[in-house]
């Protein structure tokens, strides 16, 4: 059996959400909402490629986000934390 959605109820939720976490993110920043980013991280201990216009590929490890959002990625057994909006994160195969 189908069911009908109502778009404006889906929409009414999903600005309620966007609200309710935008406001925990003016009280606490980005280390408030870090561990519902890492329960939800699709790539958490993956191998994974970073690819940016500005420098080579990187290929590492995913270890999620630190309290800042940077993305820590393990590279020959250490972590570096990369904070740009100018990368793509690639699974590798």
């Not at 970073?50 to 995913?62: K, N, W, Y």
């Not at 959002?69 to 100018?86: P, T, W």
Request: hydrophobic fraction near 45%; proline fraction near 3%; charged fraction near 25%.
């Amino acid at each position: 059996r189908d069911t009908e959605v109502d778009p404006n109820t889906v929409l009414a939720a999903l600005l309620i959400a966007l609200r309710d976490t935008l406001e925990q993110f003016t009280r606490g920043g980005f280390a408030s909402l870090q561990a519902q980013w890492m329960a939800h991280d699709a790539y958490a201990d993956k191998a994974v490629r970073i690819l940016s216009e500005f420098a080579a590929p990187l290929d590492g490890i995913c270890r999620g986000v630190n309290t800042d959002g940077a993305l820590r990625l393990e590279v020959d057994e250490k972590i570096q934390h990369l904070l740009s909006g100018e990368v793509s994160l690639r699974p590798i195969r």
